[in-house]
C-alpha cells in the first residue's frame, strides 16, 4: 500500500485515535467513525487514520472481512472544509506513523484488497460517498439518504467521481452532482450504490452473518481474485482470459487449493492458511 508500509503498521498497537475506533474479534477487523460531534465529517487527520486502518487491514494476514460502520445519527458528512483549509483547525495525531502520500481514501480503499462491509445507519453526504464506494458490499437501514451537495456550496465532487465511475453511469454521476438531491435508500439500491437494504434492529446482524460467512472462505483466493480484477482493467480484451488462466494456474498450486479439494473429498470443513 502506497501510503503505509509493512514496517509502519507495526507500530499499530502504540496509535492512539482520535477520530476513528477500531477492534479485531478472529479474522474481522472493525473501524468506527467517531467524530460525532462533527457528524463524522473527516479532516485531514481523520482521513489518515482511517487510511492507517485500512493499511493495517491490508497487511494482517490473519485480517480476512473489514466492517465499515459509524457512530451517532449521520454516517459521514464529507470533508469537514474548515478543517482542510485552516491547518490550525486540524487537531494533528502525533502517535500515527508519518504518511508517505497525501491520504487519498478512494485510493486506500481499492489497495485493501480484501472484502469490506459498509454498515450505514445515516446519512452519507459528499466525502463519505470515498468511503461507500470503496467497499465490496453497503448495508443500510430504509431510513438513510445519499446526497452529493458540494454545488450548493461552489465546488464539485471531483474524488468521488473516480469512486463512483465503476459503480455509476456518466449521467447519473453528473445527475447527482448537478442537482445535488438526497437519494433514499430505495434508490440507492436500484442505481446500484448500495447493496443490501436491512431494518435498524437487524442490519447489525446481517453484516455480521455476511462476515463470518467470508472470514470462512479461502482468504488467498479472495485476494487474489480481487487483485485479479483490478487488474483486468489495464489489459487488452484480447488478452484477458490468458490473464486470468495464468492467475487461476498460480492458485491451484497453493496449499489452500489443495486443502480445498482434500476438505471436498473428505467431506468436512477446510482449514485455511492463507498460503
Not at 496509535?15 to 478472529?26: D, P, S
Not at 458528512?77 to 487519498?104: K, M, Q, T, Y
Not at 458540494?150 to 448537478?178: C, D
Request: aromatic share 8%; hydrophobic share 45%; proline share 5%.
Amino acid at each position: 500500500m502506497r501510503f503505509y508500509s509493512e514496517e509502519d503498521i507495526q507500530a499499530f498497537d502504540n496509535v492512539r485515535f482520535l477520530h476513528i475506533k477500531t477492534a479485531k474479534a478472529g479474522h474481522l477487523f472493525t473501524i468506527t467513525l467517531a467524530r460525532t460531534e462533527k457528524r463524522n465529517a473527516f479532516t485531514p487527520t481523520m482521513a489518515e487514520e482511517i487510511v492507517y486502518a485500512l493499511a493495517y487491514a491490508h497487511y494482517q494476514p490473519d485480517v480476512r472481512c473489514v466492517v465499515l460502520k459509524a457512530e451517532g445519527p449521520v454516517f459521514c458528512a464529507g470533508a469537514d472544509l474548515n478543517a482542510f483549509h485552516d491547518p490550525a483547525a486540524n487537531i494533528e495525531n502525533v502517535s500515527l506513523p508519518r504518511i508517505h502520500e497525501e491520504a487519498r481514501m478512494g485510493d486506500a480503499f481499492n489497495e485493501l484488497l480484501k472484502p469490506c462491509i459498509a454498515q450505514v445507519e445515516g446519512p452519507v453526504l459528499a466525502g463519505g460517498f470515498l468511503m461507500i464506494c470503496g467497499c465490496t458490499f453497503v448495508f443500510s437501514v430504509p431510513e438513510a439518504t445519499f446526497s452529493l451537495p458540494e454545488v450548493k456550496r461552489g465546488i464539485w465532487p471531483m474524488q468521488v467521481m473516480a469512486s463512483l465511475a465503476p459503480i455509476l453511469s456518466e449521467r447519473k454521476i453528473l445527475e447527482m452532482s448537478i442537482i445535488g438531491k438526497a437519494y433514499s435508500a430505495e434508490e440507492a439500491l436500484e442505481m446500484g450504490l448500495i447493496t443490501h437494504l436491512a431494518e435498524k434492529e437487524r442490519i447489525a446482524d446481517e453484516v455480521s452473518a455476511l462476515a463470518n460467512q467470508i472470514c470462512n472462505s479461502a482468504p488467498l483466493a479472495i485476494q487474489s481474485g480481487m487483485r485479479s480484477l483490478q487488474e483486468l482493467k489495464k489489459i487488452p480484451q484480447n488478452e484477458q482470459h490468458t490473464f486470468l488462466k495464468s492467475k487461476l494456474d498460480e492458485l491451484l498450486k497453493t496449499e489452500d487449493a489443495q486443502e480445498g479439494a482434500s476438505a471436498f473429498k473428505e467431506k468436512r470443513e477446510p482449514i485455511w492458511r492463507g498460503k
